[in-house]
Structure formats: C-alpha cells, structure tokens
C-alpha cells in the first residue's frame, strides 16, 4: 500500500519568516495530494490540494509543488502568522484504491509572534 | 449545509457498553469515511462506504461495526471496546463525481474507554 513520510515533525518559525513543509510518498499510481489544517481540537480543514497533472499551484500565502518523478510535494507558506500555528497533515490518495487517503505522520507549526 | 455534523461531540463508555456514533451530511456526497485519530497521529482510515455500500474495511476490529443507513448518514456501532480504542473518531464525506476529490471532515467525536 500508499506510504507517506512527512518532515520535519516540528517546525518553528518567527512571524513573518516562510515555513516549508515536505512529503514523500511511495505509490506512483497517487494522483492527488490534499493538504490539511488541524488546530488543537478541531477537525482536519483542507487548506490545498495538488493534482498529479499539475507541477504547482499557488493560493494568497499558501503553495504547493509536486515533483511526480521523486515523488515528493511540499507546502510552502509564506509571511507566517500566529494563526498559522496548528498540525499540518498532508496526504496522498492512491487512484486504484477508490478514493482512499493516506496521511503522513503530521508537522507542528509554531509561529513566534 | 456545506458541513459534516457528527454526534455526540464527546462520550465515555465503559468497555462491557454498547453505543452508536451518528454522521450526517447534505451536500449530496455518496462516499463516507470513518477514521480514527489518536493524539498527535494522523487520521487513520476504518472504513469507506461508497453508494450506501461498505467498500473498505481497513481490517478494523468487529466490535466497530458501521452502518449507513442512507446517503446522508453514517454511524459507528461500538461494542466491548478496549481502553485503547480511546481516540476521536472522525467522519468525513466526499463527492461522487470522479472530478471532486477533496475529503470534508466532521468535528470529530472524542470517545473515551473506562
């Protein structure tokens, strides 16, 4: 099956300096990778997604790239808030097995005001 | 209504109890999802139902047993769990069209085994 690693697994960073998050997974038949929000006690919140006919894709402070040939996708958040500050998930979906998720093992952002 | 409820938002049970979790949507989405989520992991996935019909079982344990009633609703029958079944229990839902791929969790029920 889909195995997806995530790095680093803690990240902090002063207001206003970029954060970049990153994924690899193993399946090559993945064709889309969704990237979730999850703030202490609430549920996870898609903030991103790339599809895999798409290299990059780009939303206000928020972007995602996707190197197919590595097998690798990164989160890119730019000008870091404090509200910034939550776990970030990202996830692969594996195009054989319906619409099945796997999630890497999460990042905790923490923003310094 | 362009969220996923779920209820109740938190419960304890003791491990000899029987109780139900309830999912509902309206936005149309004919695929839903259990997962579990323990404290800081990821959501792992139990179950997917697609058009009202179990389509994966993630090897789950039988004293989870789902049940989707309808394309609106999914719920998550507990019985004789184990202390280390606590976690939250997380609903999601998502559209059918081939196109729609992104996954809407529900707020989770946060479920504690005596």
């Known amino acids: 099956g889909e195995n997806v690693e995530q790095h680093p697994s803690t990240l902090s960073v002063q207001e206003g300096d970029s954060a970049v998050i990153k994924c690899t997974y193993s399946?090559?038949?993945?064709?889309?990778f969704p990237w979730y929000k999850q703030e202490l006690g609430k549920r996870p919140q898609l903030i991103i997604d790339?599809?895999?006919?798409?290299g990059e894709k780009k939303d206000q402070r928020i972007a995602v790239t996707l190197n197919k040939t590595a097998k690798h996708f990164s989160l890119h958040i730019t000008e870091t808030q404090p509200e910034d500050s939550a776990v970030y998930f990202c996830a692969a979906r594996n195009g054989n097995a319906g619409n099945m998720l796997t999630f890497g093992g999460g990042t905790r952002l923490m923003v310094k005001p | 209504d362009t969220e996923v409820t779920q209820t109740p938002k938190h419960l304890v049970m003791g491990m000899t109890n029987k109780k139900s979790l309830k999912c509902e949507q309206h936005?149309?989405?004919?695929?839903m999802y259990w997962y579990k989520q323990k404290a800081k992991k990821p959501p792992e996935l139990m179950f997917v139902?697609?058009?009202?019909?179990?389509?994966i079982n993630e090897s789950v344990p039988s004293r989870f047993s789902p049940e989707c009633p309808n394309s609106s609703l999914l719920n998550l029958h507990l019985h004789a769990l184990q202390p280390e079944d606590s976690a939250l229990y997380l609903c999601a839902s998502s559209h059918p069209l081939a196109g729609e791929l992104e996954q809407f969790f529900g707020p989770g029920t946060r479920l504690t085994v005596l």
């Open positions: 936005m149309g989405h004919r695929a």
């Open positions: 790339i599809r895999s006919n798409v």
């Open positions: 139902y697609s058009y009202e019909k179990l389509s």
């Open positions: 399946d090559s038949a993945s064709n889309y």
